[in-house]
């Protein structure tokens, strides 16, 4: 009998057929999404109007993966939800099956082969190298070693003008108290190696934009990978003179989307020179004054996006030395609601609220200046509707807009439910091989060691 | 290749109150295929990491060949880790899949494919070069893994735990390739395991560690035949050996009212009134003689070929196990003599728990 952990149980997913493997599960329960490759069978089943992945992998890797996911999740780092573990699963045959690792899929995320499989231009993939490095502090900042740092175990969402990017998979994933300089480099270099294969990849397969080189690619990772480091932890000396670097310094983290929770300014014995470095940085600085201010949960840079048109509404009613909070409603029920509404039902689930805004306030911007009058907002909304957003693929994903990408480009998968499994008129005939016929004999020693192998092997007589 | 030192290497954790590795001096000769075994937390991990560079060493120092890489960054100490990088890229071909971070080296063309043939002659898949991944077995692919580090001609492997994400049959033919490999290669090879029977099996000599301290380094046979503490008599072979507590007297040493003939000189070896005596499961054998000890069979195990009786010396003390090959096994409830032969009887010092003879 399956058994199933799990924090916020989903009574819907029970009945479903857990002594089937997963590759073999019935269409009716599946939904064939783009995803990234897996060395595992990954399946995203949906269950009414959510949809889950879910991942066949041995015990112990599948419920320290789920506990690590949890993990992530209390220190507020962008990863997948878990929902569960099943185990106990046991094929009609009679043979045990791996346990399923169950994640809520996540809203409105594109994985980066749906996003190449249309075409992508060159400046798309320098942002999702930039979200992917951000990611990558974020989460060494909280002392976790990803290990298996790469695109496919990543999902993107759209944020404002920039991507937001989340881990989906921790299998590999460590929690330590802080990372070694060995154990965050090892990750890096654990980076460049996949993102150099999947490029690669995306290229093999006719997905690059040829102005794109896959090398070019992964130096920016690091290159900009430092950088960002460097400006959150690096220590700065400065004389007694320039005091105001101290505010400089605090609010460059605050641009980079950063809070300082520590900062440690020391001084030489004559005061002289000053040294400051932060200690605790917190990543998503906008998305937790505009959660505190209007109670809209954002990505960082729709939130910094959002809170810029805060303060352009403020300017603009006259009401800068007005509680803040007083002003965060008032602009949200007079300007952000509207423009909310402004979009019908039929298409919400297109993109996120606070993109739907972010992209109004764009649109606005190019119409005024055709127009060489200002739009107002809620009729700038309207034809954004009309001329932009109708024409929008669907990126949130439910039971009644599910949108199957059984393609990239022009050729056919040949397994839409797995994209590693490649196209379709790749078709070739098996090869014998006698390293598998050798792992196919009985194994004689897997709990026991042959002391007599091993006397052989010494060259011993016994 | 090169050969790999550690020397005096200790790593503490911040906060701890004991160092996760303690003083490590250990030396793993060039092309030899070494294996750090321990319990979980003995510290067999934080050693590798130590000389991949991820784990800083608090002191002491880390050696590969002439050069002192302990504070060298991870990418300048040409280790590979096996196994790291299991994607599989289905666009590339398998001969594509195996060189392409020769690649991103701007290793040239010819060099590559001449690298990944000399890998796939050694891994069996020359034939396979040319094709798409999809119908790779499980097997073949991580085959396919290893040649991702085979071909980058690293000075040392690094092998953590690889077996221990994969599903049962693939553990299987993972550890026969790997084995297979081994004696092929000739890279000296660092591997982590918990399982003593993959220790036991792949490495040429098992380094065996309990607490961050290093227990023993030696032989598989040698750890088998000569264990040097009580801990690694118990910690290699399945079901483990026996460990009965035993007093020196006259002609042999006492085991409840048995007592089990010792030549006299190592009888008189003995300093303490006490001593452990260890006998291996397959070391006992059901005699008619007298002379040996009585063995009340409480319970019978048939896995294969092989019978395990359990049970206790005249009815009490330890649980004792013997590995006996008998056409008819004897039942639960019944009474049989087990012997040992003299030289397969080892004794440890309860005090310390140190290998007397």
Redo the contacts between chains.
């Keep these: 009998m399956p058994r199933f952990l799990s924090a916020k149980p989903d009574a819907r997913l029970i009945p479903l057929p857990w002594n089937t493997p997963l590759e073999h599960w019935p269409l009716e329960h599946l939904v064939a999404l783009p995803r990234g490759i897996s060395r595992h069978v990954v399946r995203f089943i949906k269950v009414g109007e959510e949809i889950y992945a879910a991942k066949e992998v041995v015990e112990h890797s599948a419920i320290a993966e789920y506990r690590l996911l949890h993990d992530l999740k209390r220190l507020q780092t962008p990863a997948v939800e878990p929902v569960g573990v099943v185990t106990g699963r046991v094929a009609e045959d009679g043979q045990a099956l791996d346990p399923v690792l169950i994640t809520r899929h996540l809203q409105f995320s594109l994985p980066y082969r749906s996003l190449f499989s249309v075409g992508v231009r060159p400046d798309t993939v320098t942002r999702l190298l930039d979200a992917m490095v951000v990611l990558l502090a974020k989460l060494h900042l909280v002392g976790f070693l990803w290990g298996d740092v790469s695109l496919s175990n990543t999902l993107f969402r759209r944020d404002a003008g920039e991507f937001a990017a989340y881990l989906v998979d921790a299998e590999t994933g460590e929690l330590h108290e802080t990372l070694s300089d060995g154990q965050r480099e090892h990750d890096l270099e654990i980076a460049r190696v996949n993102l150099f294969g999947e490029f690669s990849d995306l290229e093999a397969g006719g997905m690059l934009d040829t102005a794109l080189d896959p090398a070019t690619l992964v130096e920016t990772i690091e290159t900009r990978y430092q950088e960002l480091w460097s400006e959150l932890t690096e220590p700065e000396e400065f004389d007694d003179s320039q005091l105001s670097r101290i505010e400089g310094r605090v609010r460059r983290l605050n641009a980079l989307g950063f809070d300082v929770a520590e900062l440690d300014i020391t001084t030489d014995i004559d005061g002289t020179t000053i040294r400051i470095q932060p200690k605790v940085v917190d990543a998503g600085h906008h998305s937790r004054r505009l959660l505190r201010l209007t109670g809209l949960d954002t990505e960082e840079n729709q939130a910094r996006r959002l809170l810029n048109d805060l303060d352009t509404y403020s300017a603009r009613t006259g009401q800068q030395n007005m509680d803040e909070a007083v002003v965060a409603h008032q602009w949200l029920t007079h300007s952000f609601e509207p423009v909310i509404e402004a979009v019908p039902e039929s298409l919400r689930s297109k993109l996120e609220p606070a993109q739907v805004f972010h992209e109004v306030l764009e649109y606005r911007w190019y119409r005024s200046e055709e127009a060489g009058r200002e739009i107002p907002l809620v009729e700038a909304a309207h034809m954004y509707v009309n001329d932009v957003l109708h024409n929008l693929p669907d990126e949130a994903v439910s039971s009644e807009n599910l949108e199957l990408i059984p393609d990239q480009g022009h050729r056919r998968l040949q397994n839409p439910y797995d994209p590693g499994q490649g196209f379709a008129d790749e078709q070739e005939m098996p090869i014998d091989d006698p390293w598998e016929a050798d792992a196919e004999a009985p194994p004689q020693t897997l709990g026991f060691a042959d002391i007599a192998a091993l006397r052989a092997k010494a060259g011993k007589k016994f | 290749m090169a050969t790999v030192s550690f020397r005096d290497a200790t790593r503490v ?3 701890a109150d004991t160092p996760a590795v303690d003083r490590l001096n250990l030396d793993i000769n060039d092309g030899e295929f070494m294996v750090l075994v321990g319990p979980s937390g003995c510290g067999k991990s934080t050693t590798l ?1 130590m000389l ?5 060493v608090t002191s002491g120092s880390v050696w590969i060949g002439e050069q002192d890489v302990t504070e060298l ?3 300048d100490r040409d280790l590979a880790m096996v196994f ?9 071909t398998v001969g ?2 195996m060189g ?2 020769l ?2 080296q ?1 290793v040239p063309k010819e060099e590559r494919e001449h690298r990944v043939m000399e890998a796939a002659k050694l ?2 898949l020359e ?2 070069l040319d ?5 790779l ?1 499980g ?3 991580q ?1 396919v893994a290893m040649g991702r580090a085979i071909v980058r001609q690293p000075q040392v492997f690094l092998m953590d735990e690889p077996l ?4 049962a049959k693939l ?3 993972t550890r ?2 790997i084995a ?1 490999l081994q004696t092929r290669l000739e890279v000296t090879t660092l591997y982590v395991t918990h399982d ?2 993959e220790a ?2 792949l490495g040429d000599r098992v380094a065996v560690m309990r607490e961050g301290v290093l227990q023993q380094v030696d ?3 040698a750890l ?1 035949d000569t264990p040097k503490n009580v801990f690694v008599a118990s910690f ?3 079901p483990p050996m026996n460990l009965m507590p035993g007093t020196p007297v006259d002609g042999g040493i006492r085991i409840g009212k048995h007592v089990l003939a010792m030549p006299r000189e190592t009888v008189e070896r003995i300093t303490d009134d006490e001593v452990t005596v260890g006998i291996r499961p ?1 070391n006992l054998v059901i005699t008619d003689s007298p002379e040996d000890a009585e063995f009340h069979v409480e319970k019978v195990e048939l896995p294969g070929s092989d019978a395990y009786l359990y049970g206790t010396i005249d009815g009490a003390g330890p649980e004792v196990c013997a590995r006996v090959q008998t056409r008819r096994p004897p039942q639960a409830g019944e009474r049989v003599r087990l012997g040992v032969a003299e030289d397969r009887i080892h004794l440890f010092s309860t005090r310390t728990g140190d290998r007397i003879s």
Aim: aromatic share 10%.
């Design positions: 954790y911040p906060g990491r991949a560079g991820l784990e800083e960054p991870p990418k790291q990088n299991y994607a599989l890229y289905p666009h590339m594509e899949n392409f971070a690649k991103m701007n891994l069996g034939e396979f094709r798409w991944p999809k119908a077995s097997g073949q692919r085959r221990s994400n994969l599903d553990r299987v033919s026969t390739q297979a003593q029977v036991m099996t032989s598989p046979l088998w290699i072979g399945t397959d």
